[in-house]
């Protein structure tokens, strides 16, 4: 199975200096996804939200934390491992608290409206817009 992840639908993101944190979905799962900040082409390390709860052990952490120095091209810096465990640390709640999918993109043009009427008076008046889809292809 493939890997999905569309960071121009992110959630949020956060710049610590050479890393970047992203909250984004990878194949519809919340996840944390850590990249450099300075490096393009560089690997990604992702920690999903199935996994989060192992991250509150702290040989864990320390031990995924130095993988995700070396995974991002970082471990000879110092200090890099302690500073990756504080971002994820700090990142968790977010990650837990984010919406389970991302908003859905709507059509820019509106397909028409709607007004709620209360005695003949318009009290509020809303345009119509649907999901868009966009193509697929391959086997569905």
Same mark, same amino acid.
């Given at each position: ?20 944190? $992203? ?25 999903? =939200? ?8 702290? $040989? ?6 130095? %993988? ?7 471990? =000879? ?5 302690? %500073?990756?465990? *504080? ?11 984010? !919406?389970?999918? !991302?908003? !859905?993109?709507?059509? %820019?043009?509106?397909?028409? *409206? ?27």
């Amino acid at each position: 199975m493939g890997v999905s992840i569309d960071l121009a639908r992110a959630h949020a993101s956060h710049h610590y200096g050479e890393i970047i944190a $992203v909250f984004t979905w990878v194949n519809d799962e919340r996840a944390l996804v850590l990249l450099p900040a300075y490096r393009k082409g560089a690997p990604w390390f992702v920690v999903m =939200e199935s996994a989060s709860f192992k991250y509150d052990n702290p $040989v864990y952490l320390a031990r995924m934390s130095a %993988k995700a120095a070396e995974v991002l091209g970082m471990e =000879e810096a110092a200090g890099t491992a302690f %500073k990756i465990a *504080n971002i994820i640390i700090e990142g968790l709640p977010d990650l837990i608290r984010m !919406p389970s999918a !991302p908003e !859905p993109q709507m059509s %820019k043009a509106a397909y028409g *409206n709607m007004e709620l009427r209360a005695d003949g008076e318009t009290i509020a008046r809303q345009d119509i817009h649907l999901e868009h889809e966009g193509v697929t292809y391959g086997p569905a």
